[in-house]
């Protein structure tokens, strides 16, 4: 028995609220994060080496004593970061545009007009009291 309220509990969290919904969201993002990482290592870190003439800042280091500071792969990872976010920016712009605008819905009364409706209301309950 204690088995079998375990299971029903597991099955009601399960189908509580929106968790299909959920994972198709979150299994399209990781798909979509595929689509973006592949436009920025295939079109645009490309488009950079070409004109910077590097792939990359990864040899970009200097010496502070006896440590080598790598600053290229922290600037490897802004530019990255940057890049994604750029391109992220432009999917959301074209599929704003291509969205349906939202139709507005027919604007309701006015504070003057609810405020009418409350005066009539108290006045018909006097009457009838």
């Known amino acids: 028995m204690k088995e079998e ?15 299909l919904e959920i994972a198709v969201g979150l299994i399209l993002a990781l798909a979509f994060s595929q689509v973006v990482a592949a436009f920025v290592t295939g079109v645009l870190t490309p488009l950079i080496a070409a004109i910077f ?4 800042f990864a040899s970009s280091t200097f010496s502070i004593g006896d ?20 391109a992220l920016f ?10 349906k605008p939202v139709e507005e ?4 009364p006015t504070e003057l007009e609810l405020l009418a409706e409350i005066r009539d209301e108290l006045k018909a309950r006097r009457t009838l009291g």
């Open 90 to 99: 432009l999917v959301v712009k074209v599929y704003n545009r291509l969205r």
């Open 5 to 19: 309220h375990v299971l029903r509990e597991f099955r009601d969290f399960l189908m509580r609220g929106n968790l």
């Open 67 to 86: 440590g080598i500071v790598r600053i290229g792969a922290f600037l490897d990872a802004v530019v990255s970061f940057v890049m994604t976010g750029w």
């Open 53 to 56: 003439r590097q792939p990359n």
């Open 105 to 108: 819905d027919a604007p309701g």
